[in-house]
């Protein structure tokens, strides 16, 4: 899934979790309906893009037909549904861009919550006071909102994301390192969106 877009990915983990609650497999007009897509020539469109990946069924003849996962994409869903979304890097330190190539990798339960969640793995080291060192992966809860005091993704300027500390107030966001070497990172709250909270943490011992 490397290739998709955002978009496409939405489609396609709409169609893998959703795929038992249809009757038939879905036309474009009740995928449309079910995804609140105004447009059917855009979803047809994505469509076509899942089928190049190999992760949806060629159209039987015509667009009318159901839209169905390929017997592939349903084995690997089957392998994972108790994984998470494996989706890249990010900077405890300089912020880098954190990345969106998916794929899954299996998490306890208990590192989990009850809410959408997904792995990033650590680069860098302005967390290492918190226990969080380079090459750790963390468990984030997916969420636009935090308390003072959480650990958080927090995307800056629409661009680069990192992990630290947040303390907020009405006109100012700090991101502040778990590192006594480092200093805050100040903005302004429009610059920052939080794109989720640390909730569990993973590390292998294995020499790198």
């Known amino acids: 899934m490397t290739e998709l877009t955002r978009r496409q990915r939405e489609i396609f983990n709409f169609l893998r979790d959703n795929h038992e609650s249809f009757a038939c497999p879905p036309s474009l007009n009740e995928l449309c ?16 893009a899942l089928i190049d990946a190999g992760l949806v069924e060629p159209f039987a003849g015509n667009k009318k037909s159901g839209i169905r996962l390929t017997a592939q994409a349903q084995r690997d869903y ?105 200093t805050a990172l100040s903005y302004r709250p429009e610059q920052v969106e939080i794109q989720g909270v640390v909730v569990g943490q993973m590390r292998s011992y294995r020499s790198r």
């Open 33 to 48: 309906l079910s995804l609140g897509m105004a447009s059917r020539g855009s979803l047809y469109k994505h469509i076509m």
């Open 78 to 182: 089957v392998a994972c549904e108790h994984a998470l979304p494996f989706v890249g890097s990010i900077a405890a330190g300089k912020p880098i861009e954190a990345l969106e190539n998916v794929n899954y990798m299996a998490v306890p339960e208990a590192l989990k919550s009850d809410k959408p969640c997904y792995v990033l793995q650590i680069k860098g080291d302005s967390m290492i006071e918190a226990g969080i060192f380079d090459g750790d992966w963390v468990v984030i809860e997916q969420r636009k909102y935090a308390n003072n005091g959480e650990i958080v993704v927090a995307l800056i300027e629409n661009f680069e994301a990192t992990l630290k500390y947040i303390e907020q107030t009405a006109d100012q966001v700090l991101l502040l390192p778990a590192n006594a070497n480092m």
